[in-house]
């Protein structure tokens, strides 16, 4: 007797358009970002586009804002990669709709708003603390710089190592 399985209908169309909401769980930190992001003074960056009146028209300050949080909260920091999450992943796909930026917009949205965007990370950061999503604590980074001594002068291919490492096993340079 053979099992039976499930109808797998992948062809199989709704009744009614999905809305985009019901593919993420009520709790999902994008909801969280769109609602903090709502409150955020956005008018430094809406200002800067004052006169320009040329070319396609940008996207939404705070949407592209929602997409770059959440893609820093996500780990994903290339613009190339972001675009790609926003065809492939739900919660990208909630921030930015049908409305996919290329990477080249991305890009340039994150440079020229620069200034503008450390301050409002900041601001998200705080309500993030106090909403209880997360505990701000001591980061330190460590900026040391130490000279090392591989250089391209120094640095040798596997054709000149060969002669110098006579006595090694070469395939146990390859690992």
């Known amino acids: 007797m053979s099992r039976k399985f499930c109808e797998w209908q992948r062809d199989a169309?709704?009744?009614?358009?999905?809305?985009?909401?019901?593919?993420?769980?009520?709790?999902?930190?994008?909801?969280?970002?769109?609602?903090?992001?709502?409150?955020?003074?956005?008018?430094?960056?809406?200002?800067?586009?004052?006169?320009?009146?040329?070319?396609?028209?940008?996207?939404?300050?705070?949407?592209?804002?929602?997409?770059?949080?959440?893609?820093?909260?996500?780990g994903v920091f290339s613009s190339r990669k972001i675009m790609q999450r926003c065809v492939t992943d739900a919660a990208f796909r909630i921030i930015v709709g049908e409305d996919i930026p290329d990477f080249r917009r991305i890009a340039d949205f994150r440079a020229r708003h620069l200034k503008h965007l450390q301050a409002l990370f900041l601001e998200v950061l705080v309500l993030c603390r106090e909403a209880g999503l997360l505990k701000v604590g001591r980061l330190l980074l460590d900026g040391t710089k130490i000279k090392a001594n591989a250089s391209r002068n120094k640095a040798m291919s596997y054709d000149r190592m060969g002669p110098k490492l006579s006595g090694c096993n070469r395939k146990l340079i390859h690992c």
């Open 13 to 74: 169309s709704c009744l009614f358009p999905p809305s985009l909401r019901d593919w993420l769980p009520e709790d999902h930190v994008v909801y969280f970002l769109l609602d903090v992001t709502a409150q955020i003074d956005i008018s430094p960056i809406v200002d800067d586009y004052g006169g320009d009146n040329g070319g396609q028209p940008p996207f939404h300050p705070r949407m592209m804002l929602v997409l770059l949080l959440y893609s820093y909260s996500a």
